[in-house]
């Protein structure tokens, strides 16, 4: 079971060869969109990656859930994200930063939800699917 | 002109490699204004024949249950050029494939000079959100590309 500095250092590596940048742009607290410009194509490249590089399978939805991104899932109105979607976001994402998850409570706007993904994120949902 | 920017499969392994070769003619119309007086492949015209050897590679895996579209191009690097009276023999490994899209790993040689060598990713799309007309790929691969993947029937892939 690999150590917490081994996944990131994995997972750095995946993400200099999925978005072309270099080491010291990936930092733990990078966020995949924001920070680092992941566009929705690259977190499939960045699935395949990840499960080639650690020899685990990855399934749909698991570490990016697409059903918070669809215009009807009842998880947004007029660009901010709804009590139901908050929900839906702690379920889904149980490997996202809390504080993060916080401040997204009480600044629910659409946009911040992307704020989420971090490569952090990426390092914890690892941990626990080698832990297991 | 047509869309076709492999001629033949000589090498069709179902879910792991193939093999295909563009021959490249002086009669082919682009060639004389790239460039003018040095004919010479374009190199996007080499990355969609690799396009089209890797995406019927994965889309073949699955019956072509899914349409495959050319999606992102992580790595690509042309390291030489391929002229008129070449045979650009294009190889495709496949290294993932699952519902949501693919990759493959891709070179190009012509002879023993490596020409181009690269990754692309694939996602799958289904009908629906194509809008408009219906694409079938089964279908360009099948009538239009005639007995294409027969030469993979001799089961361990290699040309009969």
């Given at each position: 079971m690999p150590s917490r500095d081994e996944i990131f250092e994995k997972v750095q590596s995946t993400l200099v060869d999925a978005l072309g940048l270099d080491e010291d742009e990936v930092t733990a607290t990078s966020r995949l969109k924001a920070d680092l410009g992941a566009e929705s194509i690259d977190f499939l490249d960045i699935v395949f990656r990840l499960e080639k590089n650690f020899g685990i399978k990855i399934p749909r939805n698991e570490l990016f859930p697409e059903s918070l991104f669809t215009a009807d899932s009842?998880?947004?109105e007029n660009g901010r994200v709804t009590a139901k979607g908050l929900d839906e976001l702690r379920t889904r994402l149980p490997h996202a930063d809390k504080d993060?998850?916080?401040?997204?409570?009480?600044?629910?706007?659409?946009?911040?939800?992307?704020?989420?993904?971090?490569?952090?994120?990426?390092?914890?949902?690892?941990?626990?699917?080698?832990a297991a | 002109?047509?869309?076709?920017?492999?001629?033949?499969?000589?090498?069709?392994?179902?879910?792991?490699?193939?093999?295909?070769?563009?021959?490249?003619?002086?009669?082919?119309?682009?060639?004389?204004?790239?460039m003018p007086g040095f004919p010479v492949m374009p190199a996007s015209l080499m990355l969609e024949g690799m396009a089209?050897?890797?995406?019927?590679?994965?889309?073949?895996?699955?019956?072509?249950?899914?349409?495959?579209?050319?999606?992102?191009?992580?790595?690509m690097t042309f390291h030489s050029w391929?002229?008129?009276?070449?045979?650009?023999?294009?190889?495709?490994?496949?290294?993932?494939?699952?519902?949501?899209?693919?990759?493959?790993?891709?070179?190009?040689?012509?002879?023993?000079?490596?020409?181009?060598?690269?990754?692309?990713?694939?996602?799958?799309v289904d009908e629906a959100a194509g809008g408009g007309g219906k694409i079938d790929q089964k279908n360009f691969v099948f009538s239009m590309l005639r007995g294409v993947l027969d030469v993979g029937k001799a089961g361990d892939g290699s040309a009969e």
């Open positions: 009842g998880f947004a993060t998850l916080d401040a997204l409570a009480k600044d629910p706007r659409v946009e911040n939800v992307e704020d989420l993904f971090t490569v952090n994120m990426v390092v914890n949902f690892l941990a626990s699917k080698l | 002109m047509r869309w076709f920017w492999i001629d033949r499969f000589t090498e069709f392994k179902s879910g792991s490699h193939a093999t295909a070769i563009k021959n490249v003619t002086l009669s082919e119309d682009h060639l004389h204004d790239h089209q050897t890797g995406g019927i590679l994965l889309g073949e895996q699955k019956q072509f249950a899914h349409i495959v579209i050319l999606a992102k191009v992580p790595r391929a002229c008129p009276g070449d045979t650009l023999v294009y190889t495709a490994k496949l290294i993932e494939a699952r519902d949501e899209g693919g990759m493959v790993e891709v070179q190009a040689h012509v002879g023993q000079r490596l020409v181009a060598e690269g990754e692309i990713v694939f996602a799958h």
